[in-house]
């Protein structure tokens, strides 16, 4: 449940964006991402700190791409922010005596230091999995778009998603694979990010279930 509650401003922007566009789903995203920060802290009376980033980078630059009328700020946030959990995780090794994952489970869970240790590392590893992905979908996307807007009279700001690619005759295929490309980053968005890190638990229940007492 944890996990669908975290994923519910992404699972929105997925619906949206399939209704109506990239701009109307980052508006519904942004506004997911203030309920979602207001129920949790209504629920808990304190705020979950990746929340908290997200929305700040959503709010960057979900803002941005609304407001330029360019999705590339929208596509590239996925991206920094995973880098910046990575970092987060790794930079915990150096900074006081116990890793990231280990403050935040610790208070649930006894766990070996090696294995708090090796936890740690595959998350980041995941984080920076996310972001590399991402960010070949992101390059792919932004290129077909160039390549058909350079060839077409197309607004720049136009939502790509509606337009009809068949009344651009000979410049359909560019316009297909332009939406095409722009669809896939969506879907990679929800459904890869969510597969990933549902994959993580999975890998993260079996290393610790033998501490778990009953």
């Given amino acids: 449940m944890k996990l669908l509650f975290d994923l519910f401003p992404i699972i929105l922007f ?11 789903a980052t508006a519904v995203a942004m506004v997911a991402a203030v309920a979602q920060i207001t129920i949790y802290w209504l629920k808990n009376r304190s705020f979950e700190k990746a ?6 980078f959503l709010l960057v630059f979900g803002g941005l791409t609304i407001f330029l009328r360019d999705p590339e700020f929208l596509m590239w946030k ?11 995780f790794i930079g915990s090794y150096f900074v006081g005596n116990k890793t990231l994952i280990e403050r935040m489970m610790s208070g649930q869970i006894s766990l070996p230091k090696n294995i708090w240790n090796r936890l ?95």
Wanted: contains cysteine; charged residues 15%.
């Fill in 51 to 56: 929340h908290v980033i997200t929305l700040v």
């Fill in 78 to 88: 996925v991206s920094l922010i995973n880098l910046l959990f990575a970092l987060g």
């Fill in 14 to 24: 997925f619906a949206a964006y399939k209704m109506y566009d990239i701009f109307v």
């Fill in 120 to 214: 740690n590392w595959m998350w980041s590893a995941l984080f920076i999995l996310i972001a590399a992905l991402n960010a070949y979908f992101v390059i792919a996307a932004v290129k077909a778009r160039d390549a058909f807007l350079a060839g077409s009279n197309v607004d720049s700001k136009t939502a790509l998603n509606t337009l009809d690619c068949k009344a651009y005759n000979s410049l359909q295929s560019l316009c297909d694979n332009a939406q095409h490309t722009e669809e896939v980053w969506v879907n990679f968005k929800l459904f890869g990010t969510m597969g990933l890190t549902i994959m993580f638990v999975f890998l993260t229940a079996a290393m610790i279930s033998k501490y778990v007492e009953e």
